[in-house]
């Protein structure tokens, strides 16, 4: 029988990107993007890698990304399929674009089919490439299991935020604003494996949400689950 949690924050249905055996596989898209093809891995110590990416906006349309924003400025505004390739995360202020200031979360949905398959989830990451920031100083961004979003999903109605699962720090000034972040999100892959969920749904939130040098944008085209297996 499937957990409580799996008929509320995960519940069952069929996931618009199944994901594909060992290899780069569809399930958090950008807006009407199809699925990545496939490819595999090797990792550590003979351990298999398998991917799940995004694919890139230049793909055929047809489908609805898996991916939102919310902000509680306008907290009953959808944002779904209207940002771009952008996921804003953090306190914007900017007197130049009033109409995007406020608190920023966004939401990322990957297809977690493929982790269903027998074997020993070593790991799980989520890459995610953060693509302009207010201020390179730095301030941390946190990734949340949290429940499922949908295309009415708003600041207001926005998923429950269950738990935290890693803090990174965005990295050397060198290197800012364009700079790849890894999360760990092992604990939500393997919930989503044992529970047999179709999907498994990732929250971005900045630590500091009342800074506006918090702020920074993040590509959902460049997110990407990588799994190691033992």
């Given at each position: 029988?499937?957990?409580?949690?799996?008929?509320?924050?995960?519940r069952?249905?069929?996931p618009l990107?199944?994901?594909?055996a060992?290899?780069?596989i569809?399930?958090?898209?950008?807006?009407a993007?199809?699925?990545?093809?496939?490819?595999t891995?090797?990792g550590?110590?003979g351990?298999?890698v398998?991917?799940q990416?995004l694919?890139?906006?230049?793909?055929?349309?047809?489908?609805?990304?898996?991916?939102?924003?919310?902000?509680?400025?306008?907290?009953n505004?959808?944002y779904?399929?209207?940002?771009?390739?952008?996921?804003?995360?953090?306190?914007?202020?900017?007197?130049?674009?009033?109409?995007?200031?406020g608190?920023?979360?966004?939401?990322?949905?990957?297809g977690?089919?493929?982790?269903?398959?027998?074997g020993?989830?070593?790991?799980?990451?989520?890459?995610?490439?953060?693509?302009?920031?207010?201020?390179c100083?730095?301030?941390?961004?946190?990734?949340?299991?949290?429940?499922r979003?949908?295309?009415?999903?708003?600041?207001k109605?926005?998923?429950r935020?269950?738990?935290?699962?890693?803090?990174r720090?965005?990295?050397?000034s060198?290197?800012?604003?364009?700079?790849?972040?890894?999360?760990?999100?092992t604990?939500?892959?393997?919930?989503?494996q044992?529970?047999?969920?179709?999907?498994?749904?990732?929250g971005?939130?900045?630590s500091?949400?009342?800074?506006p040098n918090?702020?920074?944008?993040f590509a959902?085209?460049?997110?990407?689950?990588?799994?190691?297996?033992?």
């Amino acid at each position: 029988m499937p957990t409580p949690r799996s008929l509320t924050g995960r519940r069952r249905s069929r996931p618009l990107y199944p994901l594909l055996a060992c290899g780069l596989i569809g399930g958090l898209a950008a807006p009407a993007a199809w699925a990545a093809s496939p490819g595999t891995q090797t990792g550590p110590a003979g351990a298999s890698v398998s991917e799940q990416r995004l694919p890139g906006p230049s793909a055929p349309r047809g489908r609805v990304g898996l991916w939102t924003s919310v902000n509680d400025s306008t907290p009953n505004r959808v944002y779904w399929g209207r940002t771009g390739d952008v996921a804003r995360v953090g306190k914007r202020a900017l007197r130049t674009d009033p109409a995007l200031n406020g608190v920023w979360r966004s939401f990322l949905t990957m297809g977690t089919g493929d982790l269903h398959r027998r074997g020993t989830i070593r790991e799980a990451r989520l890459l995610i490439q953060n693509t302009w920031s207010q201020s390179c100083a730095p301030y941390n961004i946190e990734m949340w299991d949290t429940g499922r979003i949908y295309k009415s999903t708003t600041w207001k109605s926005q998923p429950r935020w269950y738990n935290w699962l890693d803090t990174r720090h965005p990295g050397p000034s060198d290197v800012c604003p364009s700079r790849t972040l890894s999360f760990n999100v092992t604990a939500s892959a393997r919930a989503a494996q044992r529970n047999k969920w179709p999907s498994m749904t990732l929250g971005l939130k900045a630590s500091n949400e009342s800074h506006p040098n918090a702020y920074k944008n993040f590509a959902p085209s460049t997110a990407t689950l990588r799994v190691t297996w033992s």
